[in-house]
């Protein structure tokens, strides 16, 4: 397993955050996403195996938001 946080603008709310971990939590391979609203960035548990971080960071811009490395 992977360990990275991943920096997230454009949340307005702490539901954007939760949106976030719930979309990420869905993809095969991560294990674990905790973003925090205040702080804008996500950590992130996930085997790069199986997932790699171009897909999170598509993943979180679908949703509206721009993820950049940390």
């Known amino acids: 397993m992977t360990k ?8 307005h709310c702490a539901s954007c955050a939760l949106s976030i971990d719930d979309s990420l939590e869905a ?3 991560v294990k674990k996403a905790s973003t925090s ?3 804008g ?4 548990e996930y085997d790069e195996t199986r997932v790699d971080l171009e897909t999170v960071r598509s993943t979180i811009a679908e949703l509206g938001y ?3 490395p940390d």
């Open 41 to 44: 960035r996500t950590k992130l």
């Open 66 to 68: 721009e993820a950049q």
């Open 37 to 39: 609203f205040p702080r």
């Open 27 to 29: 993809l095969d391979g």
């Open 4 to 11: 990275t946080r991943i920096k997230v603008s454009g949340m």
